[in-house]
Nanobody, 115 residues
Framework: QVQLVESGGGLVQPGGSLRLSCAASGFTFSSSDMYWYRQAPGKQRELVATITSFGRTNYIDSVKGRFTISRDSAKNTVYLQMNSLKPEDTAVYYC?????????WGQGTQVTVSS
């Protein structure tokens, strides 16, 4: 079955960096688009970054130039490198895979940006 396991979250000071990882299994990762979402307390879950199976990327405006999504098909893993972190980046970050109309989520990893 499909499994997505995120890791790499934590507490970081403003301006710091974190790299999130999402290990995927149970589907053909190399031919699948992958997504990172986040959900802050009291807010709706929002799409942060997308990477297609061909490696094309897209970001929401608030993270452009600071976050980088990438993938390693040999490891079935998608990454989110987050630099110049701000307090407003604080959220639970989720990896997402979409199989037609069914969406799959990992358990999430907490990112807290605070001094």
């Amino acid at each position: 079955q499909v499994q997505l396991v995120e890791s790499g979250g934590g507490l970081v000071q403003p301006g710091g960096s974190l790299r999130l990882s999402c290990a995927a299994s149970g589907f053909t990762f190399s031919s699948s688009d992958m997504y990172w979402y986040r959900q802050a307390p009291g807010k709706q879950r929002e799409l942060v970054a997308t990477i297609t199976s061909f490696g094309r990327t897209n970001y929401i405006d608030s993270v452009k130039g600071r976050f980088t999504i990438s993938r390693d098909s040999a490891k079935n893993t998608v990454y989110l490198q987050m630099n110049s972190l701000k307090p407003e980046d604080t959220a639970v970050y989720y990896c997402n895979y979409r199989a037609s109309i069914r969406w799959y989520w990992g358990q999430g990893t907490q990112v807290t940006v605070s001094s």
